[in-house]
Nanobody, 123 residues
Framework: QVQLVESGGGLVQEGGSLRLSCSAS????????LGWFRQAPGKEREFVAA???????TYADSVKGRFTISGNNAQNTVYLEMNNLKPEDTAVYYC?????????????????WGQGTRVTVSS
């Protein structure tokens, strides 16, 4: 089992920045990747970014150039630095953990999920 706890959400104006954090515990050292997904009101959950334990990262096209994912394997943490935020970034952001090698952009491949942290971007 892996437990995930997110923090860092909040209300920010358009163009502002936020940093989300996710701390993994339990069998966190066995994970293949930690990822971030988001779900806006009335919309499907969508992939945002993922960091594999080896350090490689993948981003959704909608956040490339604005968001940066980073992490610390020793501390089992992953961060999402979000810059130049837009109203369409408003969503609940979820940290997720994937224990098996494979595609990191689909939520179905992740076994563990945090409770989510809300991000609201006002225009």
């Amino acid at each position: 089992q892996v437990q995930l706890v997110e923090s860092g959400g909040g209300l920010v104006q358009e163009g502002g920045s936020l940093r989300l954090s996710c701390s993994a515990s339990g069998r966190a050292s066995s994970t293949y990747a930690l990822g971030w997904f988001r779900q806006a009101p009335g919309k499907e959950r969508e992939f945002v970014a993922a960091r594999r334990r080896i350090g490689s990262v993948t981003y959704a096209d909608s956040v490339k150039g604005r968001f940066t994912i980073s992490g610390n394997n020793a501390q089992n943490t992953v961060y999402l630095e979000m810059n130049n935020l837009k109203p369409e970034d408003t969503a609940v952001y979820y940290c997720s953990a994937k224990s098996t090698i494979g595609v990191v952009t689909t939520g179905a491949g992740y076994e563990y999920w945090g409770q989510g942290t809300r991000v609201t971007v006002s225009s």
